[in-house]
């Protein structure tokens, strides 16, 4: 009975020791499943996190407009469909609806008195007179003795075209006091041909081009004054280009280069690319909000400095757009663009849905803000603590960026990966990081780089009627447009400089204004 027993125990140890033994194989190997598994899951997340940020670069290429990128304005026409603006987000986001600003109405502003508009100087003035119709046809119209009395009055400004020819002749004569020796008259040195046009009509041409107008327009607004006598589409590019190669002109546009070259202060710095007939233009600027110097170029980048100048940048502190070429020159500080950082940071919260790029923005925000209100109390700097808050809070949000966006895959080990565009722009802030906090640190750089690009805005407006064949033809209109737009910060009449710099006067450009 016990040996039975026995043998039914070693029988039950036995199944129970092969159960124990399947059980540890069966849970190796659903432990080493699970490790694969694991392992899958994990390659799946990231291959999801890499679509997901491919989705969102694509659709950011597609969708993205100047608000949200650093594309410019001119793109904005191809952008697919409206996916809101910087606006918006900081109304959503940051503004509650009982601190945000109304929207500015064009026009007149209520409870706002107005200034109306004034009248021209030297306009011909011409009154019309509206008595009662009944009063005309009255019989006693002329011996009535009723006080008449003006309850109305409105103005009209219009203006007439009025084509006017002066004839001018020289006169040769024999002198007897000379022994019969012939003396003549002499012409003004600018009337050389039989028959040309005055300062009226280039300084048209000239504004008009340098506006937008094509030659073909131009010739088609005079043929409308004119008729027949209207400047050919050859004699409107002659009088431009006779302009644009004057001597007045030239010594103008050095005189703008010296001023800058003796101006110590921040210079906005900008490019452009215009289209040629066989290869694109570069249309480079320095500028500041009193003086305005361009210069075109086949080349964008340093070469291009060399070319044009870069003599008076030396020591001086440079704003631009993070273009690497400006860091190549040498003896200048530099101070980064925040319009266009604002809208990258815009177009990663619009696309890609991260945090730390609305804290970026509200962070640079709330720098302008602080410098603002600084500027109302007089102060001419942030005090060194809230500078570093401020500069430690950027770094902290950067470095957030970085992290939630890693190297794709298929990118590591490369020497020049393709990065995200949120890890791209999260680790530019954090490279330039001086760069764009300066205008808290120096109260004289400007936030935006705005002065340059509307410096240079005029000739993509160019483009949109006219192309510049040649690269002759961007150099003369870079020399014009240095000319006219300093002219304007200046505050004289662009038309009224055309007409003194043809006549062969020189502006009187001013530091200060």
């Known amino acids: 009975m016990e040996s039975n027993q026995n043998i039914l125990l070693d029988e039950v140890s036995d199944n129970i020791k092969c159960f124990v033994l399947d059980c540890i194989t069966t849970n190796q190997e659903l432990s080493t499943k699970n490790q694969e598994l694991s392992i899958k899951l994990d390659e799946a997340e990231e291959q999801i996190v890499f679509y997901k940020n491919k989705c969102a670069d694509m659709d950011s290429q597609i969708r993205s407009d100047s608000s949200t990128s650093s594309k410019p304005p001119s793109h904005d026409w191809s952008s ?96 007897e006091l000379r022994n019969g020796e012939k003396i003549s008259g002499k012409m003004p040195e600018w009337i050389n041909s ?26 088609s607004f005079f043929s409308a004054i004119i008729g027949d006598a209207a400047p050919s589409v050859g004699t409107i590019a002659s009088i431009v280009k006779k302009f644009g190669n004057s001597q007045t002109l030239n010594t103008m546009v050095r005189k703008i280069y010296e001023m800058l070259q003796n101006l110590h202060g921040p210079l906005n710095c900008d490019e452009t ?13 320095v500028c500041t909000p009193v003086f305005t110097y361009l210069f075109a170029s086949l080349s964008r980048g340093y070469k291009a400095m060399v070319e044009g100048g870069t003599a008076f940048l030396a020591g001086n502190i440079l704003i631009h757009d993070c273009w690497k070429s400006y860091f190549k020159i040498e003896g200048v500080l ?56 401020f500069k430690d809070n950027m770094r902290m949000f950067a470095n957030e960026g970085i992290a939630a966006n890693p190297l794709p895959p298929d990118q590591e080990g490369k020497k020049r990966p393709k990065r995200p565009k949120p890890l791209a722009l999260a680790t530019r802030i954090l490279e330039h990081l001086d760069e764009i906090v300066a205008f808290i640190v120096n109260f004289k750089i400007p ?67």
């Not at 663009?337 to 991260?354: D, M, P, S, T």
């Open 334 to 389: 530099h101070g980064l663009c925040n319009a266009h950082i604002i809208r990258e940071l815009a177009g990663v919260v619009i696309f890609y849905k991260q945090e730390w790029a609305k804290k970026m923005l509200k962070c640079l925000l709330d720098m302008y803000h602080a410098k603002k209100e600084a500027l109302l109390e007089g102060k001419k700097k942030l005090a060194d603590d809230l500078v570093q808050k």
């Open 273 to 285: 690319g215009i289209r040629g007939k066989s290869k694109k233009i570069w249309l480079h600027t």
């Open 447 to 513: 936030f935006t780089n705005n002065v340059a690009e509307r410096a240079v805005r005029s000739a993509k407006i160019k483009l949109k009627n006219a192309m510049y064949l040649t690269l002759d033809g961007a150099v003369i209109f870079a020399k014009i447009q240095s000319v006219l737009d300093t002219a304007k910060k200046q505050h004289i009449s662009e038309f009224q400089a055309i007409k003194s710099i043809l006549s062969g006067n020189e502006l009187d450009f001013r530091y200060n204004v």
């Open 80 to 175: 697919a469909t409206s996916v809101g603006s910087l606006k918006d987000i900081m109304k959503r986001e940051y503004y509650s609806d009982d601190n945000s600003e109304p929207k500015r109405k064009p026009g007149k502003q209520e409870n706002s008195k107005g200034s109306g508009r004034k009248e021209p100087e030297n306009a011909e003035k011409i009154i019309r007179e509206y008595k009662p119709v009944s009063c005309l046809n009255c019989i006693h119209c002329n011996t009535c003795t009723a006080e008449s009395k003006c309850t109305a009055t409105r103005k009209v400004i219009d203006i007439e075209f009025k084509v006017t020819i002066t004839e001018h002749k020289e006169y040769t004569r024999k002198c």
């Open 194 to 219: 039989t028959m040309q046009f005055g300062f009226i009509i280039q300084s048209l041409c000239i504004l008009f081009y340098i506006m937008g107008l094509s030659y073909a327009k131009i010739n």
